[in-house]
């Protein structure tokens, strides 16, 4: 029963380390300094806590290891989604669409997105490319109505630093 305890607490610690420290990793890239030192303290407290255990019963609980790479694993799924929860990071879109370019503006226009188009050149000739600003949370409703469209669209996208005016699909206005 005891094995049983320590094995689940290994597991559990362990989820909530690695969760730690992908929310401390989401903190340093959006420049949280004091906020990623906060989280990286108790991530490693926890983590000496979790190993020491797991290295002090090597010999007769083979589960604990098995638990702290269940723990890794789950806690990496877990502190992605927590990172995509606190997330309110803002990205760039570029949609280029050989074929339905025009049809995907209207759909995205008419779903109550901002578009911003120019025209391009690229390895075939002529394109037209679509410039999307969302909250990064919208990018799969985005990408669905685009691939439900043209599967073969060519979409890149990158986080903004700054920004200032202009239309944001899911920013209310101030």
């Not at 992605?80 to 760039?92: Q, R, V």
């Not at 901002?114 to 050149?121: E, M």
């Amino acid at each position: 029963m005891q094995m049983l305890f320590w094995s689940l607490a290994i597991f559990l610690g362990r989820i909530v380390d690695v969760s730690l420290g992908t929310i401390r990793i989401n903190f340093i890239v959006r420049r949280k300094k004091i906020f990623a030192a906060l989280v990286g303290f108790f991530e490693v407290t926890i983590f000496v806590a979790v190993i020491a255990r797991v290295i002090q019963d090597l010999s007769n609980n083979i589960y604990g290891v098995f638990a702290y790479g269940a723990g890794f694993a789950v806690g990496t799924l877990v502190g992605i989604t927590i990172s995509d929860k606190l997330s309110k990071d803002l990205i760039s879109i570029n949609i280029i669409s050989v074929k339905k370019a025009d049809e995907i503006e209207k759909c995205l226009r008419q779903k109550g997105f901002g578009a911003t188009c120019y025209n391009g050149f690229g390895k075939n000739g002529n394109v037209k490319i679509i410039n999307i600003i969302c909250k990064h949370d919208h990018f799969q409703k985005l990408n669905k109505i685009i691939f439900d469209i043209d599967p073969e669209t060519f979409i890149t996208s990158h986080t903004l630093e700054n920004r200032r005016g202009g239309f944001v699909y899911g920013l209310k206005k101030k």
